[in-house]
Every structure is written in structure tokens, then in C-alpha cells.
């Protein structure tokens, strides 16, 4: 009897420890990231212009700026090092061009620089989801590197509904988000990151999306030259208590 008592304790908290483990992994902040590089077919020594497309997403057990594990406060995209960032191939838009304009402002300041666009959520504290439109603007060098300045114009409301279409002559959104990521050199499998920083300081409520291609000529271009025959991509993002959490993603090339 003691014996069967001792072993339904034991059980009881192993079962309690394994509880507390599963919602402390339920309650963590979670990350994903993917990519594709167009078109795969690329040549083995010179390299083709293209396009690249990302897709970061997170989830917050308890989203909030000023809640630990509630924010991503920096994002580093690193790029495989068989890409190749041109950034001539664009002109240069300083970030104080695109501060507090909509998406009509903002290209008619600095359309020739801009490289990309796509689409971004953000989380109002959980409360509800603010939609966004994104375009990617070249930026002028910083520390002898070249830089992208990320405009993101949103709908702060609920319901928030905004349309992407016709950015030239789009003044849709009621406010505007502005990044400038800097592009670093990396080693290893990656030539290059983009390092992304002080987001919480921009965004007034937690990034959980960013969906964007960056196509611009040759502003982006890639070659086919590893052996294995493929890319390689991973995104770090440290979040607003210090932590952080690496995705590391792969993409068959084909010689031609």
C-alpha cells in the first residue's frame, strides 16, 4: 500500500512537471521564417539578377512593447553567400524622406530607389491585427555598408482594412513605420545580413508579419555555385527580454 501510494505521488508530479513544461512551451514566443529565391536556374560562375521573397512570422503568448517576450526588438536576415546585393543599381533614398508620409509621399520622394514591396501585420496587444503595406527603399551607405530603409504604412484601427494597390497614388493607412536595416558582412554559408534593430522604438505595436520580394534589375542577383547545389537562408530575431531564436531555411538551384 505505501509502495502504491509513493508510486501515484511520484506520478502526480511528474505529471504536474511535465504540465508546467508544456505551458511554458505553449506560453514562449514563436518565430518561422521561409524564403524563395527566382528564378531557381542560375549560372554557376557570373550571376542573375532575380527575385527574392521572405516570410517572417511570430506569435506572442502575450504580446505588448513594454511585456518581456512580448516584441521583436531586432531581426537579422542572413543571405546565402552565392547572392549578391547591388546597390547601384537603385538610387538612394535617405530614411528622412519617407518619415510620417503615406505610400503616395513616400514614392513620390523616392521611387527610383525603391527595390521591393509586400504586405506586414502587426498585433494591437493582442487585442485585434493591423494590417500594413511595405515598400523596400535603397538607402544611403552607413558604416561604409549599403542599407535598406523599410517602409511600412498600416491601418491602426479596428477593423483594419488597406489596400496595397497603386502605391504611387495610395494615400490609404493612418500611420506610417519606418526601419532602416543594415547590410553586414557575414561568413560561412552567408555573404551578407541584414541586420534590422530597435524595432520597438519604431513600431508602437508588435510585428508579427513581414511578407515582402525585393526585385529591382540587378539589385539582387544569385549563381548556382555550391556543390551541393543549393542556398542557404536564416533569420535570428532577439526579442524585447533578451532572448533570441534562429530558422535556419534551404533552397535547391539548378546550373544553366
Same mark, same amino acid.
Request: glycine share 8%; net charge positive.
Given at each position: 500500500?505505501?509502495?502504491?501510494?509513493?508510486?501515484?505521488? !511520484?506520478?502526480?508530479?511528474?505529471?504536474? +512537471?511535465?504540465?508546467?513544461? @508544456?505551458?511554458? @512551451?505553449?506560453?514562449?514566443?514563436?518565430?518561422?521564417?521561409?524564403?524563395?529565391?527566382?528564378?531557381?536556374?542560375?549560372?554557376?560562375?557570373?550571376?542573375?539578377?532575380?527575385?527574392?521573397?521572405?516570410?517572417?512570422?511570430?506569435?506572442?503568448?502575450?504580446?505588448?512593447?513594454?511585456?518581456?517576450?512580448?516584441?521583436?526588438?531586432?531581426?537579422?536576415?542572413?543571405?546565402?553567400?552565392?547572392?549578391?546585393?547591388?546597390?547601384?543599381?537603385?538610387?538612394?533614398?535617405?530614411?528622412?524622406?519617407?518619415?510620417?508620409?503615406?505610400?503616395? +509621399?513616400?514614392? @513620390?520622394?523616392?521611387?527610383?530607389?525603391?527595390?521591393?514591396?509586400?504586405?506586414?501585420?502587426?498585433?494591437?496587444?493582442?487585442?485585434?491585427?493591423?494590417?500594413?503595406?511595405?515598400?523596400?527603399?535603397?538607402?544611403?551607405?552607413?558604416?561604409?555598408?549599403?542599407? =535598406?530603409?523599410?517602409?511600412?504604412?498600416? *491601418?491602426?484601427?479596428?477593423?483594419?482594412?488597406?489596400?496595397?494597390?497603386?502605391?504611387?497614388?495610395?494615400?490609404?493607412?493612418?500611420?506610417?513605420? =519606418?526601419?532602416? +536595416?543594415?547590410?553586414?558582412?557575414?561568413? +560561412? =554559408?552567408?555573404?551578407?545580413?541584414?541586420?534590422?534593430?530597435?524595432?520597438? *522604438?519604431?513600431?508602437?505595436?508588435? =510585428?508579427?508579419?513581414?511578407?515582402?520580394? !525585393?526585385?529591382?534589375?540587378?539589385?539582387?542577383?544569385?549563381?548556382?555555385?555550391?556543390?551541393?547545389?543549393?542556398?542557404?537562408?536564416?533569420?535570428?530575431?532577439?526579442?524585447?527580454?533578451?532572448?533570441?531564436?534562429?530558422?535556419?531555411?534551404? *533552397?535547391?538551384?539548378?546550373?544553366?
Amino acid at each position: 500500500m505505501r509502495n502504491r501510494r509513493r508510486f501515484t505521488v !511520484i506520478t502526480a508530479l511528474a505529471a504536474a +512537471g511535465a504540465l508546467a513544461v @508544456a505551458g511554458i @512551451a505553449i506560453a514562449a514566443t514563436t518565430s518561422s521564417f521561409s524564403f524563395k529565391f527566382s528564378p531557381s536556374t542560375a549560372p554557376k560562375t557570373t550571376y542573375k539578377a532575380g527575385g527574392l521573397f521572405t516570410d517572417l512570422e511570430t506569435h506572442y503568448s502575450n504580446p505588448g512593447n513594454a511585456v518581456p517576450g512580448g516584441a521583436v526588438e531586432r531581426t537579422q536576415i542572413f543571405l546565402d553567400k552565392n547572392f549578391k546585393i547591388n546597390a547601384n543599381a537603385a538610387s538612394k533614398c535617405p530614411a528622412n524622406k519617407l518619415s510620417n508620409q503615406t505610400m503616395k +509621399g513616400a514614392m @513620390a520622394n523616392c521611387k527610383s530607389a525603391l527595390v521591393g514591396t509586400g504586405t506586414a501585420q502587426a498585433t494591437a496587444n493582442g487585442a485585434f491585427n493591423i494590417n500594413g503595406c511595405v515598400l523596400l527603399f535603397n538607402g544611403p551607405l552607413k558604416n561604409n555598408h549599403p542599407t =535598406l530603409n523599410v517602409f511600412t504604412r498600416v *491601418q491602426a484601427s479596428n477593423p483594419s482594412t488597406i489596400s496595397c494597390a497603386n502605391p504611387s497614388t495610395n494615400t490609404k493607412g493612418n500611420a506610417t513605420i =519606418l526601419l532602416t +536595416g543594415e547590410l553586414k558582412p557575414s561568413s +560561412g =554559408l552567408y555573404g551578407k545580413v541584414l541586420d534590422v534593430n530597435h524595432i520597438t *522604438q519604431a513600431a508602437t505595436f508588435p =510585428l508579427t508579419i513581414f511578407k515582402t520580394t !525585393i526585385k529591382k534589375g540587378n539589385y539582387i542577383s544569385a549563381r548556382c555555385a555550391a556543390t551541393n547545389k543549393t542556398w542557404n537562408m536564416k533569420t535570428t530575431w532577439t526579442y524585447n527580454n533578451g532572448k533570441s531564436f534562429t530558422s535556419a531555411k534551404t *533552397q535547391k538551384c539548378t546550373v544553366g
